[in-house]
């Protein structure tokens, strides 16, 4: 268990608000030494601060939508209006519109005073044009941390696409039916080794996303077996697409056999091939952040997904295992061991109330007109360990 655990401190978790905490609380004790100055002058320095605060990304935002304006207007924006989407787009949004009409009021309110300091006034004028300036070049760019809290947070990553197309495309439609196709799998094979607890799908995510099509070429104890039955749907116009699992049979260090159904994540041959191509700009380290990027959102996607809840184990495989020629076997039987232990806990707990249900079943069955319909509706939230509830029915009327 401690070691299924180490894998959560490799995945990066959603950046916080912390600039934003500190951002407040040194203007705060900025704000509060400036009011030991003279109520007069404090106006004045916060008018001063605000303007050349303001200014400059206005200025650069009327840069960009005199850009926008002339060459995109119709490719990029299609008749949409320019208050709703073209001034947002430019970075002149309410809330930077709102603080340069801050800026103009305490610039009016301490106009007098100003124009008294001339170095005060070109202060103004020089700061936004600089700032606008060294904007453009991209001296002021957003930094590397700013870019990939932005994709991340509007879900513009690669991974984040190719996580939910894995999903939508592939895994939503095959794990409903997962554990049907196990069962006739294990009526067919008598001579199988499928334990109580490998009845999901193995989704093997290797953080160098190099992926091999046979898993008997990486590991001596993996030995492809057979396939589960064969699932068809019309998809996209293809009718009876075919869509497979591979059984794999992992042997132990006792050499103990056991049989599971397990997968790469198709998807990160794409993230291999991107950082193999010079056009793509995808270098290896950006490629190992996509990757556990990808693993973060499918997980995510997965958790709040009730047809493919407890039908499935993502399997993160870390690169510092160069030296050890069965760590892919290793790291599938450790995964299959800690199902069993959870298939043991979820079937051992509900043996105290083995009289309740058959008293529900005589009940229902010595007075089947006895009682009204009733309808049971549960507020819970489903917990990770419970089947889906939808493929249930019993609580149907009776």
């Not at 709703?84 to 519109?97: E, I, Q, R, S, Y």
């Not at 693993?295 to 030296?323: A, F, W």
Request: aromatic share 6%; with cysteine; net charge neutral.
């Amino acid at each position: 268990m401690h070691c299924l655990r180490d894998e959560d401190a490799l995945i990066p978790s959603p950046r916080g608000s912390l600039p934003k905490v500190c951002g407040a609380l040194v203007a705060a004790i900025a704000t509060g030494g400036l009011l030991l100055l003279s109520p007069g002058r404090l106006i004045h320095l916060v008018a001063l601060a605000t303007l050349i605060v303001t200014l400059g990304p206005l200025l650069h935002g009327l840069y960009l939508l005199l850009e926008e304006l002339l060459h995109h207007s119709n490719t990029r924006y299609r008749g949409r209006s320019l208050l709703g989407h073209v001034l947002p787009a430019c970075g002149l949004g309410p809330k930077t519109l709102l603080a340069a009409a801050m800026a103009a009021l305490l610039l009016y309110l301490t106009r007098h005073s100003l124009m008294h300091k001339g170095q005060s006034w070109e202060l103004v004028v020089l700061v936004p044009v600089l700032y606008a300036l060294f904007k453009c070049l991209g001296v002021l760019g957003p930094s590397e941390v700013e870019v990939s809290d932005i994709c991340e947070e509007r879900k513009m990553n690669v991974a984040h696409g190719l996580a939910w197309s894995f999903y939508l495309g592939y895994l939503q439609l095959v794990l409903p039916s997962l554990e049907k196709s196990i069962d006739s799998f294990r009526g067919s094979h008598r001579d199988s080794f499928w334990g109580r607890g490998s009845q999901k799908l193995l989704i093997l995510i290797p953080l160098n996303a190099n992926i091999s099509h046979k898993l008997e070429d990486e590991d001596g104890n993996i030995q492809f077996y057979d396939s589960l039955p064969n699932s068809e749907l019309d998809r996209a116009g293809v009718r009876g697409r075919v869509y497979k699992h591979s059984v794999y049979r992992v042997k132990d260090k006792r050499g103990k056999a056991h049989d599971c159904a397990v997968e790469y994540a198709t998807p990160l041959l794409t993230l291999y091939r991107m950082s193999q191509e010079r056009s793509a700009g995808f270098g290896a380290s950006e490629r190992r952040q996509q990757v556990l990027l990808f693993y973060r959102t499918l997980r995510d996607v997965l958790d709040q997904s009730l047809e493919c809840r407890n039908r499935y184990r993502l399997i993160l495989i870390k690169d510092e295992h160069e030296d050890d020629p069965n760590f892919l076997s290793n790291t599938i039987l450790r995964h299959l061991e800690q199902q069993n232990k959870e298939e043991f806990c979820l079937n051992g707990a509900p043996q105290q109330e083995t009289n309740k249900p058959v008293e529900v079943e005589d009940w229902h069955n010595s007075e089947p007109m006895s009682r009204e319909p009733t309808l049971m509706i549960s507020l819970d939230r489903p917990q990770p360990l419970r089947g889906p509830v939808e493929d249930t029915d019993s609580f149907r009327a009776t």
